[in-house]
């Protein structure tokens, strides 16, 4: 089964720094998505960046971007020049690419990151 | 972008009474729904995938006769917690999958359980 383990319980950054939060996981397929979202304290989950694991090119969504090692099974999120609005919870998340089983579908998630933002 | 809804947002109720959740897509149709339950600072856990007109499948430990999932519809899915008790209490959240593979989560709902 595969597993993903987000080790850091909690994180604090100052405003306008840059913080990454780290996850790594396990899995034997060779084909997969890996996702980082944002839970607020309104707890509307959000997604914040996807890496397909076939592309080798790190993805960037604006302040977001990813360290995607797949021999490590490594996927790491940097937050560039961190806001106020970033404080949430993180959350690092797993699928198989495999279309044709109904279970290849649902999402695997990592215990959780809480970050600050510290002004 | 698209929008799934939860209703009711918050829920109390006595032990031992059945509770029902929906979850609706808006904008589109949802081949699968998903629900997950999420303790205080805990992460998601998956309790069932549901497909539109054939049965959910419940994940390893979820008792599927405590909760029942019925997705009736392209656009409507619902979760009824029977019978139940304060254990119970938790954040519940529902995700819809749309045909491109597009996966949306709902705002939650709290149950609390007295």
């Known amino acids: 089964a595969q597993t993903v383990t987000q080790s850091q319980p909690e994180m604090s950054v100052q405003e306008a720094e840059t913080v990454t939060l780290s996850c790594t996981y396990d899995?034997?397929?060779?084909?997969?998505?890996l996702f980082w979202y944002k839970q607020p304290p309104s707890r509307q989950m959000i997604l914040v960046i996807r890496?397909?694991?076939?592309?080798?090119q790190n993805a960037t969504e604006n302040r977001f971007s990813v360290n995607f090692q797949k021999a490590a099974k490594s996927f790491s999120l940097k937050i560039s020049d961190s806001q106020l609005g970033d404080a949430a919870m993180y959350f690092c998340?797993?699928?198989?690419?495999?279309?044709?089983?109904?279970?290849?579908?649902?999402?695997?998630f990592g215990q959780g990151t809480r970050l600050t933002i510290n002004p | 972008g698209a929008v799934v809804s939860q209703h009711p947002s918050r829920v109390i109720c006595k032990s031992g009474t059945s509770v029902k959740i929906e979850c609706r897509s808006l904008?589109?149709?949802?081949?699968?729904m998903f629900w997950y339950r999420q303790f205080p600072k805990k992460s998601l856990m998956l309790m069932a995938t549901?497909?539109?007109?054939?049965?959910?499948?419940?994940e390893q430990g979820v008792e599927k006769d405590k909760f029942l999932i019925n997705h009736a519809s392209l656009t409507l899915s619902t979760l009824t917690v029977t019978s139940a008790h304060p254990e119970d209490s938790s954040f519940y959240i529902c995700?819809?999958?749309?045909?491109?593979?597009?996966?949306?989560f709902g705002p939650g709902t709290r149950l609390t359980v007295l």
């Open positions: 890496q397909e694991a076939y592309k080798q």
């Open positions: 549901s497909n539109e007109g054939s049965k959910a499948t419940y």
């Open positions: 904008d589109f149709q949802a081949t699968t």
């Open positions: 998340a797993y699928r198989r690419a495999d279309q044709i089983f109904q279970g290849a579908q649902k999402l695997v």
């Open positions: 995700s819809a999958r749309d045909r491109r593979g597009g996966l949306f």
């Open positions: 899995t034997s397929e060779s084909d997969y998505y």
